[in-house]
T-cell receptor
């Protein structure tokens, strides 16, 4: 158990809909990261927050957004969903930014768009 | 751009066989290097890491050595078990002074160990 908690574990929704994925980082971790794992793109970094502020952005679509709240939990909002958004979405956390820090992953949220 | 390249799978071995999964990376600095493992139906687990040249990461019988001269971080295990069947991902951290925290992953190598 990494200590990173993600909900829901599984989600099925229709095209055009909007969903919110939730993440609770490890106790004390200030950085939260979101990754997307799909069959064709592999593991892709989406976005990072540090203590409530956006710190780095990767291959995140404009239809997607995220935020980190004062209690450090984070939400990833996915809107106008398309079939190609079906993927496993991972949240991860680390104790502080810095290239030598270790990132711990949650078990992921499986999103299926039908 | 910066990248991580892993040997393509799937890799199928018999129990107690020797395992090597090759991983090379590109970087302008000296990133930390990681191996993560994903067991069927589960999330990503950190298997081992190395933070500087010549460091050896090890865990559960797996080892990998940070080779700066060959920009490699190959994963090895002397005797695999059926329970090692999983997908293994090599990853690197940011270049020194660059974007902080996020990892760049290889495409993953699926390992199947037969009894």
């Amino acid at each position: 158990d990494s200590g990173v908690t993600q909900t829901p574990k599984h989600l099925i929704t229709a095209t055009g809909q909007r969903v919110t994925l939730r993440c609770s980082p490890r106790s004390g971790d200030l950085s939260v990261y979101w990754y997307q794992q799909s069959l064709d793109q592999g593991l892709q970094f989406l976005i990072q927050y540090y203590n409530g502020e956006e710190r780095a952005k990767g291959n995140i679509l404009e239809r997607f957004s995220a935020q980190q709240f004062p209690d450090l939990h984070s939400e990833l909002n996915l809107s106008s969903l398309e079939l190609g958004d079906s993927a496993l979405y991972f949240c991860a956390s680390s104790s502080r930014t810095g290239e030598r820090n270790t990132i711990y992953f949650g078990e992921g949220s499986w999103l299926t768009v039908v | 751009g910066d990248s991580v390249t892993q040997m393509e799978g799937p890799v199928t071995l018999s129990e107690e066989a020797f395992l090597t999964i090759n991983c090379t990376y590109t970087a302008t600095g000296y990133p930390s290097l990681f191996w993560y493992v994903q067991y069927p139906g589960e999330g990503l687990q950190l298997l081992l890491k190395a933070t500087k040249a010549d460091d050896k990461g090890s865990n559960k019988g797996f080892e990998a050595t940070y080779r700066k001269e060959t920009t490699s971080f190959h994963l090895e295990k002397g005797s695999v078990q059926v329970s090692d069947s999983a997908v293994y991902f090599c990853a690197r951290g940011p270049n020194y002074g660059g974007s902080q925290g996020n990892l760049i992953f290889g495409k993953g190598t699926k390992l199947s160990v037969k009894p």
